[in-house]
């Protein structure tokens, strides 16, 4: 992309509503602009970033068998009626009225709809384990949104509904999701932290909360400071038995703040750390809560019907995006992992009216995008100070830098954004440096 001929509105001032440097860099790099409280668009920088995300969380439900499909995000009142959730969702549920006067709603989740869809078209056992799953808009009318799509009021959720004939392969189904979410994080540069938890209004009895450490999160945890020194990247194959590795992730204390009992804390003090964190997904088993009022049954090997055991599994896409700026910005901008980054590298050119920078740069461009990288061509006609400090701010993970007093001898800059390293070296030996480190 040439930016140039990219739309990419930077902001030089910054904005006094965002109290946070997500919110804050989200909104001077163009990625976002508020439409109504809690209501975003995604302008092309942002809309690159949450698609990465989303992409990388479906691969690894896809990997972890679950199968995606798409459900709407506008529900019919009568399913939620037979769950009997339409009444105690409240004032967060957004309710609307069709020309036909019925009841419709703004989905806030999915468990009804896809409790639906189940029971329309399963009847035995053999159809299960299943596990389905879709990356829809939600909406929830939140009394407070805030620090922008991070406490959103529509926001992009991926939601898995797993069905299993009994609680035993029901705990299966949640192991597998619970070690896809360690993978999912782990690929976007993410230590996400599983925590028990509250259920809330998803209820049930069993729930974990995936939590990235940040000072300006709002969801307060308690754990063991061995939880800091865990490496968390599991290489775990979906064909082991997963539980000694869920066992051992929840055998070091870790809770969401709800779930914390100072009177009856295992940690001694010393030992117990209180922070503040981002969750980034939820994972949930309730067992027959939707399937037994919806009539969501399956015969079983001995030929009688059960309600199905299910479990639900979210992760915000849309609130990983801050999340991650959160977790990896510095008082230049944003620093993207190169697995989430919207462009691979950025060729700078402090000179477009100079034959040599433009015909190095040119080059350069040609070949990256020729050798699969996704690079962004800074060709404006601004100062080479402007264009370097855009191109820090919009965080992009590789840097080369083409100018006239490097074409003199023949060489260019190349710089990581994270470490700050500058290096000047060939056209071909840049190229090389920055293939190497593909995603
Ligand atoms: N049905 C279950 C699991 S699929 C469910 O809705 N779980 S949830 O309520 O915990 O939401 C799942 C994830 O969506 C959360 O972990 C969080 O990352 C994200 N999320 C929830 N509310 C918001 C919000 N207002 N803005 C942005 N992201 C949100």
């Known amino acids: 992309m040439r930016l140039s001929q990219y739309f990419l509105p930077l902001l030089k001032e910054t904005p006094k509503e965002a109290q946070i440097a997500s919110h804050r860099l989200m909104l001077r790099a163009g990625m976002i602009q508020q439409s109504s409280a809690g209501i975003y668009s995604w302008l092309p920088l942002g809309k690159k970033v949450l698609d990465k995300i989303g992409q990388i969380v479906r691969e690894e439900q896809n990997r972890a068998g679950a199968i995606e499909i798409m459900m709407p995000t506008i529900q019919p009142s009568e399913l939620w009626q037979e769950s009997g959730r339409y009444d105690d969702y409240g004032a967060e549920m957004l ?3 069709d020309r036909h006067e019925r009841d419709m709603l703004y989905g806030p989740t999915n468990e009804e709809q896809v409790t639906d869809i189940f029971r329309t078209h399963v009847r035995s056992y053999k159809a299960l384990p299943l596990n389905l799953y879709h990356i829809q808009w939600k909406f929830r009318d939140e009394v407070r949104p805030r620090f922008g799509i991070m406490r959103g009021r529509e926001f992009l959720m991926k939601d898995a ?3 299993d004939l009994n609680a035993d392969a ?22 996400a932290i599983p925590m028990e938890a509250d259920t809330g209004p998803i209820g049930g009895d069993m729930s974990h909360e995936f939590i990235i450490l940040a000072e300006t999160g709002e969801s307060g945890v308690y754990f063991h400071k061995d939880w800091l020194n865990t490496d968390l990247v599991t290489s775990v194959d979906y064909n082991e038995d997963l539980q000694p590795v869920v066992d051992r992730f929840t055998s070091l204390y870790a809770r969401a703040d709800e779930m914390h009992d100072p009177d009856n804390c295992p940690v001694a003090s010393d030992d117990l750390m209180s922070l503040r964190g981002i969750e980034v997904g939820h994972i949930f088993y309730f067992g027959e809560k939707y399937s ?4 969501a049954t399956v015969a079983g090997p001995d030929g009688a019907n059960t309600p199905v055991h299910m479990g639900s599994y979210g992760i915000g896409v849309s609130r990983l995006v801050g999340g991650i700026i959160e977790a990896s910005h ?8 190169r697995a989430v980054a919207p462009f691979d590298v950025a060729v700078v050119n402090l000179k477009p009216d100079d034959e040599a920078c433009s015909s190095c740069a040119e080059d350069l461009y040609g070949k990256l995008a020729a050798a699969g990288a996704d690079p962004l061509m800074d060709d404006r006609d601004e100062r080479p100070g402007a264009k370097l400090a855009s191109i820090d701010l ?9 100018g006239p007093r490097g074409m003199a001898s023949g060489v260019v800059e190349v710089k ?3 470490t700050g390293e500058a290096v000047e070296l060939s056209p071909e030996s840049a190229l090389s440096m ?6």
Do not use: E
């Open 416 to 418: 990581n954004r994270r």
């Open 394 to 402: 919009i965080g992009i993970p590789w840097q080369i830098v083409v």
């Open 161 to 163: 509904y797993s069905f």
């Open 292 to 295: 037994a009022p919806m009539g």
């Open 95 to 97: 309710r609307i009225r």
């Open 170 to 191: 029901a705990r299966t189904s949640y192991n597998r999701m619970f070690v896809s979410y360690l993978k999912t994080f782990a690929r976007m540069g993410l230590t």
């Open 434 to 439: 920055v293939m190497a480190d593909a995603a």
């Open 330 to 337: 510095d008082d230049r901008g944003i620093i993207w992992p």
